[in-house]
């Protein structure tokens, strides 16, 4: 792989998406299918009660039994809603809950991010005293064990920014790869030997359709005392202006980032964590039908691109399609741009996701629209490239 001297500048997601029309949106990571009409009905309901006050910086008490029955029931893992200092917390969406962590442990120090990375992991650090290292996958997306433990031991005994974290995403943002067992167990390893935090970022963990099973890092051995895991309703629920999110772990780690969040934010909002306790395990097969329908998105708009000349990662998951750009084309910023002219579609280049030149032919493509949508935005891809 080459090494990136010189610092990148990268395309503005948000940019990009103000640049084409909602119909040619293949580019922000948001679900943008309808909300579920009864947690609609849910929030009007409350809202119309004047439930809209403040509420306590850990979460509506509802709310957190129910993601801690959620937690249970998909992850594995029992949380104890009632125990001192808390297990569980309700934050301001994902990010919310990353911003906790890094003002709470990482001023000064640094965290590793697996690139391609998301791109807020590393701004969250660096807009909050932290530094981000980068830890470059190979083509096929994998790594190897003792290169991630050399990597991390010269961070880690380094005088400026130690190194105090490393960041998992899985399924990850922008890949959508889905870490498996051996390569979890290599980062579980890793950050034992070193004492290292290990932050999870989870939040795409009910779009998992290969062979690889989602398998949250805080159920490996001796790894819940060190993890910190979080999460959102944003994407699953199709409610990314409510900001509501999660993070959960051992009372000790999690008790600070609720005092963090208590300074920062208050409390997240609180009819709107009243609407979705009353729904969110109502549905016993809603996560499974979430997954059915995106698979046959991803189905749909892998063959479509793949006709195109694109080469489909698979990634195991279905958010998110990471492609590598028709062969004939080497710069995925200078054939997005093609794309907005010809067609006004888009996609996200490589190159937002990456220090280095590796992934520079590639793109992120988001299916999380509704079929009528992500029909019409292929037929321009067909439109600009035919």
């Given at each position: ?100 962590i890094v003002q709470s ?143 959960y772990g051992a009372g ?135």
């Amino acid at each position: 792989m080459k090494e990136q001297t010189a610092k990148k500048t990268k395309p503005d997601i948000r940019h990009i998406t103000r640049l084409v029309p909602p119909e040619g949106n293949l580019v922000q990571g948001q679900s943008e299918l309808p909300i579920d009409p009864q947690l609609a009905e849910e929030a009007h309901r409350i809202i119309a009660a004047s439930q809209n006050h403040y509420g306590g910086s850990e979460g509506d008490a509802h709310l957190r039994r129910s993601v801690a029955e959620k937690i249970k029931r998909y992850n594995g893992i029992e949380i104890d809603v009632d125990k001192q200092p808390l297990e569980l917390m309700i934050t301001v969406g994902g990010t919310g809950a990353l911003i906790g962590i890094v003002q709470s442990y990482l001023r000064d120090k640094s965290a590793l991010v697996f690139e391609p990375y998301y791109p807020y992991h590393r701004r969250i650090l660096e807009e909050f005293g932290a530094k981000t290292e980068t830890f470059e996958l190979d083509a096929r997306l994998t790594f190897e064990k003792d290169a991630l433990l050399k990597k991390c031991k010269e961070l880690k005994d380094r005088q400026d920014f130690p190194l105090k974290a490393i960041i998992v995403c899985t399924p990850a943002n922008p890949s959508g790869k889905v870490m498996t067992e051996g390569e979890l167990e290599a980062v579980a390893a890793v950050a034992r030997e070193l004492d290292l935090l290990v932050v999870s970022d989870e939040v795409y963990e009910h779009y998992v359709t290969g062979e690889n099973p989602h398998i949250p890092i805080a159920s490996l051995p001796d790894m819940w005392e060190r993890t910190i895991t979080v999460n959102s309703f944003s994407k699953s629920w199709n409610i990314s202006g409510w900001r509501l999110g999660y993070c959960y772990g051992a009372g000790k780690l999690v008790a600070p980032i609720n005092n963090a969040a208590n300074v920062i934010y208050v409390c997240p909002s609180t009819p709107l964590q009243a609407a979705l306790a009353k729904v969110l395990m109502a549905d016993a097969d809603y996560y499974e039908k979430l997954r059915d329908k995106f698979d046959g998105k991803r189905r749909f708009a892998s063959e479509a691109l793949s006709d195109l000349g694109f080469q489909i990662y698979n990634s195991g998951s279905a958010f998110y399609l990471w492609t590598r750009i028709p062969e004939e084309y080497n710069d995925a910023l200078t054939f997005n741009e093609m794309l907005m002219s010809k067609a006004r579609v888009a996609g996200v280049p490589g190159s937002a996701f990456a220090d280095s030149d590796d992934w520079d032919a590639y793109m992120r493509i988001c299916i999380a629209r509704e079929d009528s949508i992500l029909e019409g935005a292929l037929e321009k891809f067909r439109t600009a490239l035919r």
